[in-house]
């Protein structure tokens, strides 16, 4: 039994030795892209929007269509304000224009 658990833990050690080794922008991170959907969903101009939010690593992609320019600045703003977001891909788009 204890050969077993010595087994499945050094497993579990390669594992997480392997996942640190991978570069953090290929991995989804959906607890960051969870806060970021928060805190534009608290935001009283943004809250009504449908921002759809993606992440790969500490990078934060923004999609969706906004009714203006200061919109789109806003949510980027919030989305950079979040603890982890390192850089935010704003891709949202302005419509009518």
């Avoid at 009283?44 to 999609?63: E, F």
């Amino acid at each position: 039994m204890k050969t077993i658990a010595a087994i499945v833990a050094a497993f579990a050690l390669a594992l997480t030795a392997y996942a640190e080794d991978r570069p953090k922008h290929e991995t989804h991170n959906a607890g960051l892209s969870a806060k970021v959907k928060t805190a534009l969903a608290t935001d009283v101009g943004l809250k009504t929007l449908k921002i759809d939010v993606d992440s790969k690593g500490n990078t934060v992609t923004l999609k969706g269509a906004v009714d203006s320019a200061d919109t789109k600045r806003r949510a980027e703003e919030v989305a950079r304000k979040v603890k982890g977001v390192e850089a935010v891909k704003n891709e949202l788009k302005v419509r009518g224009s």
